[in-house]
Structures are given as C-alpha cells and as structure tokens.
C-alpha cells in the first residue's frame, strides 16, 4: 500500500529565497562551466558549514564528481573562480574549501531583509501558515489498573507538541484518548482488591486513586508467586464482567471512579488535554458485525479452525486474525471499529496514532485491513512510532512495581530544581519558589523527551535534565530570561524597531538562525517530530549566549547597542514561542 504524507514543500521566507537564490546561481553557474543542465541542485543541497569556517552557506561537490568526471575539490576550486567574477547584491564572497564551495552573504541587504520577517508572536506564525487539513491525534492510551508512568509521559508530551506544531503549520487538530479500561489487566487489580482490600479507598489510606489501584495491581503479581491458582480466579472475574454479572460490574466502575480522575489530574499537572475520550469497554464488541459484512463480501475469508483471517500479502505482511474461531473479539476488532468511527465522528483527512515502536507491525496490518476494506482514508492514516524510555537503572517492569510514576517524577524533579534555585536564590518567596520549580522541572522533563528523535530509544536520567547548562530545557529558559534582563537594563520593553544601514557582520549567525525559526516549525511539523524544533531551539540559544559573552551590548557605542537590542529581543521572542509550541513555558528572571 502506497503511503502518502503531507506535501513536503520549502517555506517561503526571506531565508530561504536566500538559499533558492543560492542553489539557482550554482546551478546556472555548472551549465556555463560544464554545458551540464542534468545535475539538479536545490535549497536542501546547501549545508551550513562549521563556525570556525568562513561561509554563510557551503555546497559539497561529491555528488557532482562522478557526473563531471573530476574531484570535488577541483569542481569547488573552479566554481569558486568562475562565481566570483559574478556580480550580486546577496553575495559578498565565494571561496572554495578543499571539496566545499562556500558562499559569504552580503550583510546588509540580505539580514535586514531576514530580520525584518521573523515572527514577533505566535499568532503571527498562524497568519502565515495556509489553513490545511484537519488533523486527529490519538495519544496516551493508558490503562486503568495503575497510574500513568514514565513512558506514558514520553507518548503524551510528543503527542501534545505535535498537535501544538500542527496548529501552527496551520491544520485544525482533533486530540482523543483511548482509555484501555478492560481486559485481563484489569481484573487483576480487581482480584488483588477483592482478596487485600478490605473496606479501604483511595480516601481512607489519603492517596491519590490511580496510585491506590496500581497497588493492587502490583499486589496481584506478587500474590501470584505464591498462589498460582489466582490467574484462574482472574479468568473468571474477566468472564463475569463479559457477561455483566451485577457484582463485578460494580467493582469494575467503582475502581474505574479511583483511577480516571487521578490520571486526568496527572494530565492536568503536565498541561497535557483531549478533545475526545474513548473506552474500550465502550467499543469492545462493536467492530464484530464490520468483519462479519466483510466475510459476506469475500473480502476476509474463515481458515480450517473457523477464525475469519484477512490475508495480507499483497500488503507485504502477515496474515491477521479478526476474529475467534468462537466468534470472539480481539484488539484489532475493536481498533478497526474505532478507526471507522472517529472516520465518522470527525471526518479528518489525516489520523496520527502515537503509540511505542513495539506496536509497529500491528498498525501497519491495522492500516491495511482499512485498505483492505476499501476505506480510502486508510492511507492517511499514520503510525507516530517511539522508542521506548528507560532509567539509567534499567528498564521499568509495572507488574514489578520498578516504573517510575508520572506523579512522582515530577515531585522529584521539583524537588531537585527547588534545591537548585535555592542557592541561586536566597531569599525568593515560597509561593515563587513552587511556581518556579514547577515551569522549570516541566521543561526539564518536556524537553529532554523531545530533543530526540522519537524513534529512538532513550534513558531518563532526572539529574541531567535539570542542568542549567548543555541540550535542556532550563539551559534554553535560562537564556531566554538573561536576554530579558539585558533589555530591563537597557529600560528596553517596548518593541524596537529595526536599525537600517547597519552592517551586521558581527551579529550575522545568529541572524540567519533567527531566519530558520519557520524552518524548524514546519520541518517538525511534516515530520511528526519536535526534535527538529528542539534542537533549533538549543543551536539558537546557545549562539545568543556566544555572543553576549563575545560582544558588548549594554556598553557598545550607539549603533552597535541599538541593533544587538533588537537583536536580543527579537531572539528572546523567537525562543518564548518556539518553546510554548513544545508546551514548554517561560521565566522572565531565573
């Protein structure tokens, strides 16, 4: 099955004509040198090269030499000499650097021009994006027999900032949850409960009711060494429930009552929200009479056992089982049937499923099977892939009790980054100090989540994603709070206004990654991951602080004061909306 993804396009902006701009004359200037028009050469072909080499923007040659028959460092030598007698008013120098042709912009038409479009706010970026498809996002997934965890956190805080990113490249976004609140799981707990529980409730022993079942749950598995005989009372409780006997319902709802609200509060603390909840207890049965119609169609087929199959080797995949040869459901039953009705609940062209990378055959089959129905929709839906989140430890068992909880994740990171602020700040307020604490641990979480490529696996190590210094979130708050000061020193609040017919060239990298602010929300956007925003974000603000710790700003005569306050609080603005879009918020003293 084709797959298709949202169109991938470059960004009209000021910074990236510079660069089409760029690829165009390369290319003009390989036709006069070489009488060559096959070699196609775009913005996308042009890297930006090491700080300490001189350049704006460089083009490797590798990928010409087997097609001109030379050495790359020959083709850079010989461009660099036949572009230089070229006049331009974007180009100031072009030098070649052993196999890399290196282009030097012309500073003051070119940065005035970057600068004078870069987004001042975040509803600025919206008006610039052309209203596109509507978007619906499924994340999250949790179960309802413990609280949510570390690697539930990962899923939602990347499913919560791809929707922020979506809306900003300009698709109306649907976000839904799928509660798994049924199944052998969750008899557990009930079992545990039943045999431990007593009278007691989430507020007869003063805890949070989501951390009371998952007790319970971690309970059974340690009751279950010792009394194997309870998975077959567990069986039965499961059995009880399908047939809705009166009594377990009633303790299916009730333990459902202590878990929901303390993992929407857990939600809450995260800033993480859905438009739309759906229970699998809810949609369990529904999707049996689709594979029915889809059996009378010939489109599934029965084997020998009398399970109905859907054969999927024209998809290139292994063949699925819908439904029990006794006609009972299974997960996919029920994901078929929830797929075709959020179809028509929402009529959303594009339908994105966060869920770990340990699902990746399952969606795909699922997809298929929705091919396979003849839903056209089905090839637009995709599979938000992520790796898995680990300790430094090792990795988390939640029938072991060694998860780390949500809850208690962030107390600890509050906890560390109060310790910290307390020795920077002396005498600061406890109602500051909470209030504090809280912006920054969330950062230290959000951001060391998001600053790697979903798809990877990653370890969490708490300590390090406080740090004031290096790729966290704190690292990029804390630079966005020292340029704010710098402008409350320079009595600086109003917006400034940009200086004409100054040369810039001491300023000019960190105006050309100002100009790839747009770049990086659109990148993150088409791929399904903040990463690419995230490290933006990190390459800027570690490029304002080289330059305020390089150059004078409050004590630089005139000209030079002016255009490096601009500078700053254009940089300043750039990084408050470039972290509200990973839900990530901002201090203006730290």
């Given amino acids: 099955m084709k797959r298709t993804s949202p169109t991938k396009k470059i960004l009209v902006t000021p910074y990236n004509e510079t660069r089409e701009y760029i690829a165009k004359t390369i290319r003009k200037a390989i036709t006069d040198l070489y009488n060559n028009t096959d070699v196609h050469i775009d913005a996308h072909d042009l ?24 050495s790359p460092t020959a083709i850079a030598h010989e461009l660099a000499e036949h572009l230089q007698k070229k006049n331009t008013s974007r180009v100031e120098h072009i030098l070649a650097a052993g196999p890399y042709l290196n282009i030097v912009l012309s500073t003051r038409t070119v940065l005035e021009n970057i600068l ?102 971690v309970l059974f598995e340690n009751m279950l060494k010792e009394h194997p005989e309870l998975m077959k009372e567990t069986q039965e409780c499961l059995k009880k ?54 059996l009378r169609r010939g489109t599934v087929h029965k084997d020998e056992t009398g399970a109905i199959i859907a054969h999927l080797e024209r998809y290139g995949l292994p063949n699925k089982v819908l439904l029990r040869q006794d006609g009972t459901t299974l997960y996919i039953t029920q994901d078929i049937y929830l797929a075709i009705e959020k179809w028509k ?21 699922l997809f298929a099977i929705l091919d396979l129905f003849g839903y056209p929709w089905a090839r637009q839906c995709f599979h938000v892939s992520y790796g ?15 998860v780390i909880d949500a809850d208690n994740l962030l107390d600890e990171i509050e906890a560390l980054v109060k310790d910290e602020i307390k020795k920077r700040e002396k005498h600061i307020s406890k109602k500051e100090l909470l209030h504090k604490s809280r912006i920054i641990a969330l950062a230290a979480i959000k951001f060391y989540m998001l600053e790697v490529n979903p798809k990877a696996e990653m370890i969490f190590n708490p300590k390090e994603s406080i740090s004031f210094q290096g790729k966290t979130g704190p690292y990029i708050q804390y630079t966005y709070a020292r340029l704010r000061s710098i402008l409350r020193k320079a009595h600086t609040q109003k917006t400034l206004t940009l200086p004409k017919g100054y040369d810039w060239k001491d300023e000019k990298k960190l105006i050309l990654l100002l100009g790839q602010f747009s770049n990086g929300i659109v990148e993150s956007a088409q791929h399904y991951s903040p990463s690419f925003l995230a490290q933006y974000l ?36 750039v990084l408050k909306m470039g972290l509200s879009l990973l839900g990530i918020d901002v201090l203006e003293s730290m």
């Avoid at 009633?250 to 509060?265: D, E, I, T, Y």
């Fill in 47 to 70: 890297e930006i090269p090491p700080q300490e080499i001189e350049g704006d923007f460089a083009f490797p040659c590798f990928s010409l030499a087997k097609e001109l028959k030379k």
């Fill in 116 to 217: 004078s479009h870069i987004p001042t706010e975040t509803s600025h970026i919206l008006k610039r994006r052309q209203k596109k498809e509507r978007v619906l996002i499924e994340y999250v997934s949790p179960n309802t027999n413990k609280p949510l965890h570390l690697g539930h956190i990962r899923n939602a805080v990347l499913g919560d900032a791809i929707t922020r990113l979506l809306k900003a490249d300009g698709h109306p976004v649907i976000q839904t949850c799928l509660v798994n609140d049924r199944g052998i799981h969750i008899c557990k707990s009930m079992v545990a409960y039943l045999k431990r529980g007593g009278v007691n409730t989430p507020k007869t022993v003063n805890m949070k009711g989501d951390h009371f079942v998952g007790e319970y749950y």
């Fill in 241 to 294: 429930w399908e047939e809705g006997d009166t009594k377990t319902r009633a303790l299916w709802k009730k333990m459902n009552a202590w878990v929901l609200p303390g993992m929407k509060a857990t939600l809450k603390r995260f800033d993480i929200r859905f438009d739309t909840f759906y229970f699998e207890s809810a949609i369990a049965e529904k999707g049996r009479n689709i594979i029915l119609e889809q």
């Fill in 345 to 365: 609940n929402f009529k959303a062209p594009i339908s994105l499923y966060v869920i770990g990378s340990e699902q990746d055959l399952y969606l795909k089959q």
């Fill in 388 to 402: 898995m989140v680990n300790l430094p430890q090792g990795k988390m068992k939640s029938r072991e009790g060694t």
């Fill in 538 to 573: 990190y390459s800027l603000a570690k490029t304002a602080t080289e330059l305020y710790h390089e150059l004078p700003v409050l004590t630089a005569p005139a000209p030079q004061r002016q255009a490096r306050l601009f500078l700053f609080q254009q940089t300043s603005r």
